[in-house]
């Protein structure tokens, strides 16, 4: 769990930092603004895949542990929760930053303003805020399930 906080850190870090390449046309390691944006928007993507599967493998395991140990199924209905609340915020947030990045070249290739881009690309920016905070609270609440799941494995297990 502690690596996908670390790609979402970096993400927001190159996602962030690409947004002021793109207004002030600065370098990074000889990378400009179009070969950072690529860079930037595919590890953005990546930490999103890899936070909506951890969620999903991890709530396809709670299922298997309820129905194979007979336990509550308040431990599955809670992880169905947490996806209810996180997933739909960060497809939209990913669908915006992606269009984002093809406006960039729209942008480059003067098809449209570059104003239209630099709205979406801070309103994914904002968003993005907002499913860092979403995500890092079903973390800690997927985090508890399978603490709970744990301990009541334990106690079914001794009596």
């Known amino acids: 769990m502690l690596i996908l906080y ?3 850190f970096l993400s927001f870090i190159t996602v962030f930092i690409n947004g002021f390449q793109w207004i002030f046309r600065f370098p990074i390691y000889n990378a400009n ?13 990546f930490t999103q895949s890899a936070v909506m599967f951890y969620l999903i493998g991890s709530g396809k395991k709670i299922k298997e542990l309820t129905i194979g140990y007979n336990l509550d199924t308040n431990f599955y209905e809670r992880a169905i929760k947490i996806k209810r609340e996180l997933f739909p915020a960060l497809t939209i947030n990913m669908l915006i930053v992606g269009t984002g990045f093809i406006l960039g070249g729209g942008v480059q290739t003067k098809v449209i303003s570059k104003y239209w881009h630099y709205f979406i690309f801070y309103l994914g920016l904002i968003h993005y805020i907002k499913v860092i ?15 709970d799941l744990g301990e009541q494995l334990n106690n079914k297990e001794v009596i």
């Open 6 to 8: 670390i790609l979402m």
């Open 33 to 45: 603004y179009i070969s950072f944006s690529f860079i930037s928007t595919i590890l953005y993507m």
């Open 133 to 147: 905070l979403i995500q890092h609270k079903s973390l800690i609440v997927n985090a508890d399930i399978l603490s």
